[in-house]
T-cell receptor, first 112, second 111 residues
């Protein structure tokens, strides 16, 4: 069974630029999550999708972050404009409803 | 607001030693608890999932326990090996499936 796929693996951008991350969840998983992990911290939930709908985006900085999930499968997370404090690893995870979550390898973003 | 704390933040042990990692949480109304392993530069690998109605789960040399009433979980690693070196993360799950993580315990097993 293929795991959660994320791209790119690494990205370096200048502050005020925009960036987008892509995630393809495990086939059949209705729930998709985006987490942000700052160095030395545990991951923090940014947004949770159930199929196409948003379940929780309470911690998403909506002035600069946006996310969508097309046709209940792939998802993209965008940051525009990026700030230095956005430097982190962005992790995508998926699960079958409220069950064990499986994580992708993550995208390491460096904002300079 | 749920908070998850992991102690110790870092641990170094000689190979072959048995060890315990601790996790505590402030709100006992959890749906489940998961332990993850994270290698440097990598994503998270799920080790054990304990449902709120369960007391423990075992997988190979790993055993995780859950005491909801006291807000505690432990991860026991038997006969540690250098390959166990990684950061171990504890996360409590809510009814919607969202996870709240601790900061992790960085484990180093010396040959």
């Amino acid at each position: 069974e293929a795991g959660v796929a994320q791209s790119p693996r690494y990205k370096i951008i200048e502050k005020r630029q925009s960036v987008a991350f892509w995630c393809n969840p495990i086939s059949g998983h209705a729930t998709l999550y985006w987490y942000q992990q700052i160095l030395g911290q545990g991951p923090k939930l940014l947004i949770q999708f159930q199929n196409n709908g948003v379940v929780d985006d309470s911690q998403l900085p909506k002035d600069r972050f946006s996310a969508e999930r097309l046709k209940g499968v792939d998802s993209t997370l965008k940051i525009q404009p990026a700030k230095l404090e956005d430097s982190a690893v962005y992790l995508c995870a998926s699960s079958l409803r409220v069950t064990e979550a499986f994580f992708g390898q993550g995208t390491r973003l460096t904002v300079v | 607001k749920q908070e998850v704390t992991q102690i110790p933040a870092a641990l170094s042990v000689p190979e072959g030693e048995n060890l315990v990692l601790n996790c505590s949480f402030t709100d006992s109304a959890i749906y489940n608890l998961q332990w993850f392993r994270q290698d440097p530069g990598k994503g998270l690998t799920s080790l054990l999932l304990i449902q709120s109605s369960q007391r423990e789960q075992t997988s190979g040399r790993l055993n995780a326990s859950l005491d909801k009433s006291s807000g505690r979980s432990t991860l026991y690693i038997a006969a540690s090996q250098p390959g166990d070196s990684a950061t171990y993360l504890c996360a409590v799950g809510g009814s919607q499936g969202n996870l709240i993580f601790g900061k992790g315990t960085k484990l180093s097993v010396k040959p």
